[in-house]
């Protein structure tokens, strides 16, 4: 049997960290100009995910 592929987008954007996952603020990529430097700022960063979104994470990442 072949093996299980890793969902290539979610390796992208998700990192395995000791207690779960850790993703990356959206709204951050283009069109920057008209947001405010507050706005900005407080998407800078990292954050762990949800702990009802973390079997979502595992079964795209097939931990």
Do not use: E, W
């Amino acid at each position: 049997m072949a093996k299980l592929k890793v969902h290539s987008g979610a390796a992208k954007r998700f990192k395995k960290t000791g207690s779960g996952y850790k993703r990356k603020s959206a709204h951050k990529s283009h069109i920057l100009t008209k947001m405010t430097t507050k706005r900005k700022r407080q998407l800078r960063g990292t954050s762990a995910v949800h702990p009802s979104d973390q079997i979502l994470v595992d079964r795209l990442l097939r931990n």
